[in-house]
């Protein structure tokens, strides 16, 4: 069972229209929570980190929320560009074995059209 | 600092062959990685190294081998390519596995089909 579900799988939006997309963990223990862009055939790249006692936090348009309590997260993205069309994937940083570890979501793809 | 670079970028095998995906990073951190990216999956670690002489197995280690001689390398070897190894590997690095809240910087990936 993926312990990091992301939800829509994917969605197509307007530009300039905003749109916010889910994570739900069950991983633990929890360390921070991570949310990366990944363009069509390029690596990863990190948008936000969030530890426990961090509920939000921004990189320009995207801003991105942590619930520790009930595990959730989301991302928000305002006034979205074309540049936004990518796959935005949830990542949980847990400890496993005393290792630290990393838990992927499938991805949130993320269509923008004008 | 070029940050993590992949080589090469897009390889084709036939089955049974070997081969070795190079990864560099010249941003001198201790924790370097090896994912496969597979459709409708989330990125899945395949070997971890946190330093130089140090190496260690991930979800799905099988058919792999790694070995990290020096802080800047870390190549992962296919001693025999399966079809079931077409996939897109990724190489992440960063600065410590012991602090936690340090970034992943990732490469830009190596597409492999085995056919």
């Known amino acids: 069972k993926n312990q990091v579900e992301q939800s829509p799988q994917s969605l197509i939006i307007l530009e300039g229209k905003n749109c916010t997309l889910q994570?739900?963990?069950?991983?633990?223990?929890?360390?921070?929570l991570r949310w990366y862009k990944q363009d069509t055939g390029r690596g990863p790249v990190s948008l936000t980190i969030?530890?426990?006692?961090?509920n939000t936090k921004s990189n320009g348009r995207y801003t991105a929320t942590l619930d520790a309590d009930t595990k959730q997260s989301s991302l928000h993205i305002t006034a979205s560009q074309l540049s936004d069309s990518a796959s935005y994937i949830c990542?949980?940083?847990?400890?496993?074995?005393?290792?630290?570890?990393?838990?992927f979501g499938k991805g949130n793809q993320v269509v923008v059209i004008p | 600092n070029a940050g993590v670079t992949q080589t090469p970028k897009f390889q084709v095998l036939k089955t049974g062959q070997s081969m070795t995906l190079q990864c560099a990073q010249d941003?001198?951190?201790?924790?370097m990685s090896w994912y496969r990216q597979d459709p409708g999956m989330g990125l899945r670690l395949i070997h971890y190294?946190?330093?130089?002489?140090?190496?260690d197995q991930g979800e799905v280690p099988n058919g792999y081998n790694v070995s990290r001689s020096t802080t800047e390398d870390f190549p992962l070897r296919l001693l025999s390519a399966a079809p079931s190894q077409t996939s897109v590997y990724f190489c992440?690095?960063?600065?410590?596995?012991?602090?936690?809240?340090?970034?992943?910087?990732f490469g830009s990936g190596t597409r492999l089909t085995v056919v």
């Open positions: 190294s946190v330093g130089a002489g140090i190496t």
């Open positions: 992440a690095s960063s600065m410590g596995t012991g602090k936690a809240n340090y970034g992943y910087t």
């Open positions: 990542v949980v940083s847990h400890t496993l074995y005393g290792n630290n570890r990393l838990a």
């Open positions: 969030m530890t426990f006692s961090e």
């Open positions: 941003m001198n951190h201790e924790y």
């Open positions: 994570c739900n963990y069950t991983v633990s223990p929890f360390s921070n």
